[in-house]
């Protein structure tokens, strides 16, 4: 038996049924980073001491009887996650050296349920791209195809799942961070609800647009993270005091009458045919379950890509105001001046995407331009909201692609912003609703890339896309499938 193949649930039944020891499981993950992450890099910081300790702690727990919930899963961190007394960069020079104080909620709350936590996973530089090309720590390969980008910005997280490195992993999902990698790395990954999850003590990017969620080997795994970090947290002011549903039992109750959306705005001439197939195949799957296909439509959806980038970039540009050189992280200073500190260490410590994405921000935000821009952008997001809404009156939730294409290959976008960009054309209307949304494997191409599915759900409704993808996944065989990587 291979400890690293098995998913978090089939894992949780070994270690209470002490077949297998927390220590066994966590030095098997351990090893196989060491074996497999330099194909990969899907890693910054791998914690092994800390690990250890933990899942020898874990054992102890088992014996006893006082297993939690995570009790001895090796699990890992997207890098942007704030966490006690280990090195979090957010893949940024400007942050290389920097060690926390205090851990994230989310962290906390895995550490509580008794989760082993193997590391830090590489990402985009704070968040920012679709290709995890980014990183100041070098770019991401994806598991199915080391020529190929696992999506971004979690795309350390989902690569990591994909390449078996760790049992589960959280991320985070700005425009798509978590759906797009997921779909290209064949994997589930959710993306919750705005405020479902704490922010707290996660690095920002766009602060009204962030969010915490988990990627998995399947749905079930899945559910099993969401529930450990989902909830109220008074020290996020945006976090919402609602109750949390018991999404594992959720799962099982099937989708026959459920009435599953179309949205009309997203089969575009861009969408690859591949891609339009395997959608087309799902909405036969359903249909033979027993759920009602409706098609309906999300009329702004065409200034979804606009409004994001000025909103994102705008919040961007306010929440990295604070990289000065001044309090902490990187600081370079030949003695010239306040401003030219600040201009030196900037210059040094940001890559040039985080740059792009800061003066466009800047721009968006600057006098003359603001009602222009970042203000008529959050109109528009409300009109977008509204068309979600409107929608769910009709639907209990919607079927679209996660991404136009599969993985496309390294270095192919890099020089076209706007191409990159358009990765995301599905995924970012998601966030500016502020809705959930889950990506579930439905097919690969015919180069033998995953397709990932989008499921997208009401305010609060992750019990339901949940239900949905877990329906799907049982009636097919894509998410068995292993990349081909040893």
Request: aromatic share 8%; proline share 5%; net charge negative.
């Amino acid at each position: 038996m291979n400890l690293t193949d098995l998913t978090i649930h089939q894992l949780q039944a070994q270690l209470r049924r002490r077949d297998v020891s927390a220590v066994e499981a966590t030095r098997a993950y351990l090893e196989r980073i060491a074996a497999t992450d330099p194909q990969v890099n899907a890693f910054i910081s791998v914690t092994d001491k800390v690990a250890l300790a933990a899942a020898e702690e874990a054992d102890r727990q088992l014996a006893a009887g006082e297993a939690g919930p995570l009790t001895g899963i090796p699990l890992a961190l997207k890098d942007i996650f704030v966490t006690e007394g280990v090195r979090t960069t957010c893949a940024s020079r400007i942050l290389e050296n920097f060690i926390p104080p205090y851990d994230g909620t989310a962290v906390r709350r895995l550490k509580k349920g008794g989760a082993v936590l193997l590391g830090k996973l590489n990402m985009d530089e704070f968040a920012m791209g679709s290709s995890n090309e980014n990183s100041a720590f070098g770019a991401v390969k994806n598991p199915w195809d080391r020529q190929r980008v696992p999506g971004g910005s979690s795309g350390g997280s989902a690569a990591a799942i994909a390449a078996r490195l760790a049992a589960g992993t959280l991320g985070t999902d700005t425009g798509g961070s978590i759906r797009q990698p997921a779909s290209h790395c064949g994997v589930v990954g959710l993306k919750p609800t705005y405020g479902r999850v704490s922010r707290y003590g996660v690095i920002a990017y766009a602060s009204s647009l962030d969010q915490v969620g988990p990627l998995a080997r399947d749905v079930e795994d899945c559910a099993v993270l969401l529930q450990a970090v989902a909830g109220h947290d008074p020290l996020d002011s945006t976090s919402v005091d609602t109750p949390v549903p018991d999404y594992d039992g959720a799962l099982r109750q099937g989708v026959k009458g459920l009435r599953i959306g179309l949205p009309q705005e997203y089969f575009i001439d861009g969408l690859d045919p591949e891609v339009r197939d395997a959608l087309e195949a799902a909405v036969a799957v359903y249909r033979e379950l027993g759920a009602e296909i409706v098609e309906v439509s999300l009329p702004h959806t065409a200034y979804a890509v606009a409004c994001y980038y000025l909103i994102a970039t705008a919040e961007a540009s306010s929440n990295l105001a604070r990289y000065d050189g001044v309090r902490y992280g990187l600081r370079i200073d030949r003695g010239e001046g306040l401003i030219d500190m600040y201009r030196q260490s900037r210059a040094a410590g940001f890559g040039a995407e985080v740059k792009r994405r800061i003066m466009l921000g800047t721009y968006a935000l600057s006098s003359g331009y603001y009602d222009a821009y970042y203000l008529k952008a959050q109109k528009v997001r409300t009109l977008i909201r509204q068309d979600f809404l409107d929608a769910f009156a009709q639907v209990d939730v919607l079927l679209t692609p996660v991404a136009p294409t599969p993985a496309f290959r390294l270095g192919e976008k890099t020089t076209d912003p706007l191409q990159m960009y358009l990765s995301d054309i599905f995924t970012i209307p998601v966030n500016l609703a502020g809705t959930c949304a889950l990506s579930v494997p439905g097919g690969f191409s015919a180069a033998g890339l995953p397709i990932g599915l989008q499921l997208i759900g009401r305010p609060f409704g992750e019990e339901t896309i949940l239900q949905a993808a877990h329906a799907y996944e049982q009636a097919t065989e894509w998410h068995r499938r292993k990349a081909p990587i040893e």
